[in-house]
């Protein structure tokens, strides 16, 4: 019996990149980091544009990062329950905007399945009336939060499925992570006009005007900020506005919340990426004095 080889992305983009830059650039590519500085020196010679050049070296990063790494928390994820009827599924999936929804078992914090917003369409009346959502959810999988994420990107190749349940080292359910999280790893996000630094997730536009990183934790936005916010529910500025709105907001949308005004700047289906906060306390000392604004 013949055994076929697995397939590696990783090695086989090394593979033929290597080979590439052997027979045009006479390069010998021996470790990951001789092909990454190659392809840094191709970017700012504009040999490669630097969208190419971050895609390559994101995919190339997908084997050192986990699960854990981009996961949803459980407590931002939307769930049915097995007994909901047809009236309050609908409600939920056109509130959310998501086409995907994890089933919980009735009286207990198993997940049965995933239901398939698209499955619902071809319902009768009675098949709507008498809904019964163990004929309609699909089987779920389950995944470590230690699980590599190259290895991830290739299971949700194999099973083609776009969603999956994270679990802890006791089994229990800890979060989510979609196919579209997983590739945002590789193609990243589109590049933004505000350009807010890695190292500093808050970026001063006017004293009381800032751009803010959804992920930024709510102890760093009160003390920068001089605000109070409560931070023992929620652990970034994301995770109190996504629950202030109800729903994950789209770009665009507005929200004040004590004398904040709050504008979602970027946004997908699963999670607030940049915020624009606008100052509206009165006769506060202005923040981050130090920090020089834009022009």
Request: hydrophobic share 35%; glycine share 4%; net charge negative.
């Amino acid at each position: 019996m013949t055994t076929m080889n697995k397939f590696n992305p990783l090695q086989y983009l090394k593979e033929q990149t290597n080979q590439m830059m052997k027979k045009i650039l006479h390069w010998e590519i021996c470790s990951k980091e001789d092909l990454l500085f190659q392809l840094k020196q191709c970017s700012q010679n504009s040999i490669i544009n630097h969208e190419t050049c971050a895609i390559i070296e994101n995919t190339l990063n997908l084997a050192e990062m986990r699960v854990r790494d981009i996961m949803m928390p459980k407590g931002q994820m939307i769930i049915i329950h097995e007994n909901a009827n047809y009236a309050e599924i609908i409600k939920l999936i056109t509130e959310s905007g998501h086409s995907r929804f994890p089933v919980l078992a009735n009286h207990s914090d198993d997940i049965r399945g995933i239901l398939h917003a698209k499955d619902l369409l071809n319902l009768n009346d009675d098949e709507k009336e008498n809904i019964d959502l163990g004929d309609l959810i699909r089987s779920v999988n389950f995944v470590p939060e230690s699980k590599r994420l190259d290895a991830l990107l290739k299971e949700f190749k194999q099973n083609r499925n776009h969603m999956v349940i994270v679990v802890n080292e006791y089994g229990q359910t800890i979060g989510f992570v979609t196919l579209e999280d997983t590739i945002e790893q590789i193609l990243g996000d589109i590049a933004d006009e505000f350009d807010v630094d890695e190292e500093d997730p808050i970026k001063l536009l006017s004293p009381k005007h800032f751009i803010i990183r959804a992920d930024t934790e709510l102890d760093i936005f009160n003390e920068r900020l001089n605000s109070q916010m409560d931070d023992t529910q929620f652990d970034t500025i994301g995770g109190l506005l996504t629950a202030q709105f109800g729903y994950t907001p789209k770009q665009g949308e507005k929200l004040n919340y004590k004398n904040f005004q709050f504008k979602i700047l970027s946004a997908n289906s699963r999670r607030i990426k940049l915020i624009e906060c606008l100052d509206k306390r009165q006769d506060l000392p202005n923040t981050q004095s130090d920090t020089k604004s834009l022009s």
